[in-house]
C-alpha cells in the first residue's frame, strides 16, 4: 500500500535510503518536470541541473533544456522504448498542497501525475516520485507558482539534491 504523507529534508533522505535498497542495481533517471520559467515550477530543472554538474549520467530535465509539458510527451515515448524494467525512472516535480505542508516533500512509489496542481492532464510518469510542495494549492495556481518564493524553491532543490546523493552516489 503507498504511504501518503509529507517529510521534512531529513526524512526525504530516509524514503531516498528506503528506495535505494526497492531500486535494487538498476539504472535510474532522474525526470526533472518543471520550467525555468515560472518560480515556483523551476523546482524540477533546478534539481535537473545541480544534479547534472555533480555528474549524474542519466538527467532530462534542466534550466538549459527544461522538461516540460511541451517536451514531456516526446521524454514519456523514449523511456517507455526502453525495456521493461532495465532501469528506475525517479520522477521530480513541483506541487501545491495544504498550508501544513508547504517546504515539504511527498515521496511516491508510484507513477508521478506531473501538472496535476495546474489542472493539466498529462500522462502518469516515472516508476517513482519526488513531489516538493512548494506553495499551498489554490483558485489560481498559475499565480499562485509564479510568485511562490525563490527562496523557498532554491532550498527545496538543494534538500532533494543532498537526499538524492546521500542515497544514490555516483
Known sequence: MERLYTVDGEGLKRELLELRERIGARPITFLCIGTDRSTGDALGPLVGTALANAGYERV?????????????????????????????????????????????????????????????DLPPVGDYGIA???????????????NTSLYRVMTMAEAIVAAITAAFPR
Open 132 to 146: 516538493g510542495i512548494v506553495g499551498t494549492n489554490g483558485i489560481k495556481p498559475y499565480a499562485i507558482l509564479q
Open 60 to 120: 532530462i530535465g534542466t534550466l538549459a533544456s527544461p522538461c516540460d509539458a511541451n517536451t514531456l510527451p516526446t521524454w514519456i515515448a523514449e523511456l517507455a522504448a526502453a525495456p521493461p524494467g532495465s532501469e528506475a525512472v525517479v520522477a521530480i516535480d513541483a506541487a501545491l498542497g495544504r498550508p501544513e505542508s508547504v517546504g515539504r516533500f511527498q515521496v511516491t512509489h508510484v507513477p508521478m501525475l506531473p501538472g496535476a496542481s495546474m489542472r493539466r
